[in-house]
């Protein structure tokens, strides 16, 4: 059924009464499809005008598919989760609530009807039924799907496995450990692989317009349609994750009268790894990036493990990240010791700007109206012989949390002695911010616990944050101030281990046996 | 093979993985529904100067805009307190109070009608906190007081004398699903409500009163909820009634589903508590006085704060036995949405104020607060009556206190702790143990009643319907094995149909840990009579059947799906062939049965008597780990041991203690309401306000519970579970106490929950300066 989709409706652009017929755009592929196009459980749909500006999940809602359900409309509770194949890839589990459809031409897409295979329950939503995965059962759809999502692999499951890939999905009822007990009793190898049953949708290689009630979304295939297209509506949004955006709408009642969206400019979605360098196209997903640095850079693999849900991962993009401007953006003191710069492509060409100067205010940018961020350079920094990297997020709660401080400690060290420091914080003013008072104080200082006390003092001085909802003034400042102590202690010092009932944090999972009044069981999480 | 004692799956398991479990909003719409919504008071107090809907009529979409004066009555409450404005009238008394509600076609226009209506409020002063309240003497209901024994002496002659405030914050239920309702018109001007509510009959009350029906041209029906955790006990009513009004009206089809943001800013959560403590206790750490004064949140109206309230006074001895005690309650009104019920309705906020004062007296004297808990534990014939005169009877506290130290290894882990701390640079650790005694019943007598309707078909298949509602906690999975083990027959042969109060009048909300016990009681009670029925058909057909056997009732058994003669088993009758044969001899195959708890009896302008048909027990013992630097903590261990009696589904239990265990540590750790200073709420989605998540699950997390079938006076000897084990995650906050005292120099450490790891690092914070200010003075007093 896939890459079979035969409607072709999509006319001329100038032949149509548009508003964006003025402009004229010449157009490489001489169409432009004027819907988009995928399947939901298999099922081939074709959505064009008003409609295609629906979220997935209104949309699968008023189509009487139910299971999907919306909570808090905002990509934090997974109660909406649905999996999406983009062409030939993999399932990934995405957040229906805030996904428009326009984000999802060309795209396979798996509900919670849709996981098992008629009467024949899929494995995870068996062992869900036996160990008791359900309680109320309003988190449940968007758990199964999670779930299953996990077992396409056809990797056994570990207990870390298990609750990374569950992180964006929120439960009140269950208290998570039948449901860590019943993903871990799935046998995942012997699981049915839906994207055998699912095949991916072939891309046509179109560019999509859709206009309706005085919008218009435009996803072009090449990357200069694209930039006429900025240059034409400066003001237009450009739509990529969603993970925003989608947010935006739900909430804000935002509604733009141009979206442009490059998830259809394949270069944008490479990666490449240069000498000692990443380069992430704009479509890059977080979830790709992650993999990009699990061994180039362990320590931003750190922090993106814990940045956010797998749903917000797979939408959400570096470039995203970095264009939302953030004071509190996870990726972002990284990017700033570490000296990464942005590609902007605009109608006068191609420049590159440092991530650090990208930012002139609280969201305002070095950014021209015509201009897009194409790519990001990331260089590769991590800890080394005489190089010391550590990040640090503190948010209320560890995982799937927005931050309340974020901290990048670069430090050269050479004999004992602090060479260079690199120091970026984020969440103690309207941007994230180097701090250069502290980085002079430290350089050619001991490395002595003594050195850390007195540079918070002077880090607290050079800051200015707000109480906000996520943490008071001083609660920050004093986070500036100890983040140093913890980084030596940390970067320096050995850790006194740990030791839980004789058992050491990373044991392997031991399943609790049913029944009553058996005997205490120990399970085991991560470190 | 009896139905019950086994873990058959939960009742709508298959239904919930699928996707097909249908929720109200799930409901197909119907033809000319629309849309409710309402506009609210954007002020926390203030008069109405000016309400103009005008502007909002003539938007396309806009069906109908109504006011208070549209109502037949507008006052109500839960209690006897009928201080409730469905909408308000001159007065705004929270943000959140609906003004208008809105009746539309769609919900672009019930926007664009929220934008148009121009309302303004001259703003009067509000009360945000629990001392302005005390300070203005501003109080919902009277003050109570329980009191045993001379408070006065026994601290006139205290070897010791602890005090403090310990305070405890507000939280949001956050049920996935928010509060919905779908109301149609009917003939006769009759209504019938699909509502989200724990509480069906109370929504079908109100809902008459409301619109000046009689009570029998309301039907509610609730087919399931997606959570409720009492937040839709009382406070499902108003969107019921606001699409009830709709409907009435208009006489169309009306549908209100709350967005998570609004029902987060709208609905009240559990009530935050202030109380001042005083303890009095011996060199041996033998509790001799207790004076606590509790003080509540109870929000802008009553709602069900003097029943929270009062189980809280009734819970704060919690595991032990003190002589001299007073306790007073106190319920304080303030400018936010009325605080309501919330899974332990108050015994969280009475059994914390005791487990603190618990772990000071052991931080005081350095003794291990294992034992100090054992010493002052009830007894089993003496030291054995609460402060309110009820006998704790069948008490397993001892047993359970003995046992959690030993299988959590308490001693020796404490003394890890203790060596670990003084090691570590970067983290902390922190040990505590808990107990908790839950009272199971209403405290309110005459709501402790319940109904059922058994109904038998031809094909001995069989249908329960009662008054309990199913959110979750697998209600109905309980009693579908409990009529299938009454009966005789395989549970797989019952289905529990959706509560509707056309099938069971007059039934008192699913709350108080009590829907099983009660509800599956009132089935049972139908079953039996249903079943004796039988037995004498089946006497009179294996008589019939079997030559020399003469008919004999008292010897007729069914089981596994087969009537038979004790004295001939080998004839039987399938259970199906007995229902037929019943019917063709003209047996009635339907009873409806009645439950009322025996023995209960609380006066509660004294605040005295037995409330409680029993207590559900349990311990715990939990370890943390903070980081020192940013106030982080996570739980590395958590051990629970109940004494649930003897449990009907062993695997839905196991769900509740896990489950509720969960809600107690978001309430004492990360889940904190912030609000602006005009009263407005700031954490009102998941983004800002922290359920727990999947990875704060305890690394090492042991659940169990004790072997009991004495508990006798209930439903197969079982224990209710839904909110006891709540009141586990108190161990929690002991232990976050614990490792605080670590650093907190010769003081006793104190900190007010939520734990979040903010307020940890401010203490932590303040400990270091204290010490580091003063290290002499310090060395002095040890």
Redesign the interface.
Known sequence: MSGNCTRTSGRPLSTQHSVLSTSGYPDESMTIRDHIRFTINGREKSVGGRAAFLTLANYL?EQ??????V????G??G?CSVLVRHGSGDFMVVNSCIQSLLQLDGCSIV???G??DGDS?HP??QS???H??????????GF?VAMAGLTEAGQPLDEQAV?DG??G????????????KAALATNAAAAPRLRDRYPGIEDDHRSVLIEADGRAFFAPISLGEAIRFKRDHATATILQGGTDVGVWVN?R?FNAPAMLSLAKINELGEISFEESRIVVGANVSLTEFEAAVRDTIPELHGILRIFGSPQIKNAGTLVGNIANGSPIADTLPYLFVAGAELELAGAGGIRRVPVERFYRGYKTFDLNPDEIITRVVVPVVTTKADRVLRL?K?S???????S?FTAAILLRVDEGRIAAAKIAYGGVAPVVMRMPKLEAFLAGKRLEPETFEEAGAIARGEVSPISD????R??RL??CE??L??FY??AF?E??P????G?R?GQAFQP?P?????????????P | MTAVER?I??D????????????V??M?PSRGELIVDFLWSPVAHGRIRRLDVEPARNIAGVVALFTHGDLAHNRFGPSQIQDELLIAEDEVRFIGQPVVVIAAENREAV?AAKAAIRLDIDPLPPVFTIDEAKARRDFIGPVRKIARGDVATAFAHAEHVLQGVFKTGGVD??????QAAIAWPGEKGALTVHSSTQNPTEVQDVVAHLLGLPAHKVVVITK??????GGKECQATHPAAMAALVAHKLKRPARIAY???DDMRVTGGRHPFQNDYRVAFTSEGIITAVKVDLYSDGGAFADLSQAVMARAMTHTDNAYWIPNIEITGTVCRTNFPPNTAFRGFGGPQGVSTMENMIEEISLFLHKDPLEIRMRNCYGIEERNTTPYGQIVANNQLPRLMRDIGE?A?FRR?TA?VAD?NA?????L?GIACSAVKFGISFNTKFLNQANALVNVYLDGTVQVSTGATE????VNTKIKQVVAAELGIDAGLVIVMATSTEKNNNTSATAASSGADMNGSAAADACRRIRARLVEVAARELAARTEDLQPSPSTIAIANGMAFDRRRPQHGIAWRDLVRAAYLQRVSLGERGFYATAGLDWNAEKSSGSPFLYFTNGCAVS?V?I?R??G?A?V??S?LLMDIGK?IN??????Q???????GLGWLT?E?K?YAPTGEL??Y????Y??????????????????NDTNTLNLRSSKAVGEPPLLLAISVYCAIKNALSFVSGSEIPKIDAPC???EI??RL?EYARKNARKPQESAASA
């Open positions: 809602r009487g598919a139910t299971g999907t359900k909570v808090c409309a905002e934090d509770c109660a509900t919670v009807e996981i098992a329950l995870v939503q869900m039924i036996d008791y995965g359900s309680q109320c059962g309003y988190c449940t759809p199964v609750k569950l992180t999905n929120l439960c009140r009822c269950t208290g998570y450990e039948p449901i860590v909430k009642d640090y503190v209320r709660r560890t995982d799937l949390d927005i309340a909802v996520r943490g008071s001083e609660y004093q986070l100890n983040i102590q913890k202690f940390d010092t850790p006194v740990i030791e839980i009932a058992f944090v609790v049913d029944g009553p009044a058996g005997k205490p069981v120990l399970h085991q999480g991560r | 873990k799956p939960h709508s398991a298959r239904e919930h993985v699928t996707g097909e479990a249908v929720y909003d799930d197909p926007r239920q956050f049920y996935l699903e928010s399931r909820l997606g959570g409720g955790f967005s998570k943001d299988r290894d882990r890890a670990f090691k570590s640079k970067t983290h650790r959110m979750g906690q697998g370890e780990l980081d630097f940013t982080s996570r590395l261990r051990d449990s062993p695997g839905i239990d196991r769900g203690i896990t489950g509720a265990f969960f809600q990360n904190e912030r700031l954490t989605s998941p983004t800002t922290k359920v727990p998540n999947i990875q704060d699950l305890p690394q090492v997390f042991n659940v169990d519970w004790i072997e979040t790891g903010e690092l401010m914070t």
